[in-house]
């Protein structure tokens, strides 16, 4: 009983943790014609392109 309850909290702690709501977010890829990065916001359909690591933060950043 003990270890569903831990199992149990553990999961709903993963669905509300805003580290990994933050992952589910975004779908990175790359695309091999350019080798750009592609973001996609899962839940607006905003799709950006990015040369450098750096740049995408800042985009993301501002996007919060």
Do not use: W
Not at 6 to 27: K, M, V, W
Request: glycine share 2%; hydrophobic share 35%; proline share 3%.
């Amino acid at each position: 009983m003990v270890f569903e309850a831990i199992t149990a909290l553990l999961l709903a702690y993963q669905t509300t943790a805003p580290e990994f709501r933050h992952n589910s977010l975004y779908t990175f890829n790359v695309d091999p014609k350019t080798s750009e990065i592609v973001i996609m916001n899962t839940q607006t359909g905003h799709i950006y392109r990015c040369v450098t690591e750096e740049e995408c933060n800042e985009r993301l950043k501002s996007e919060k």
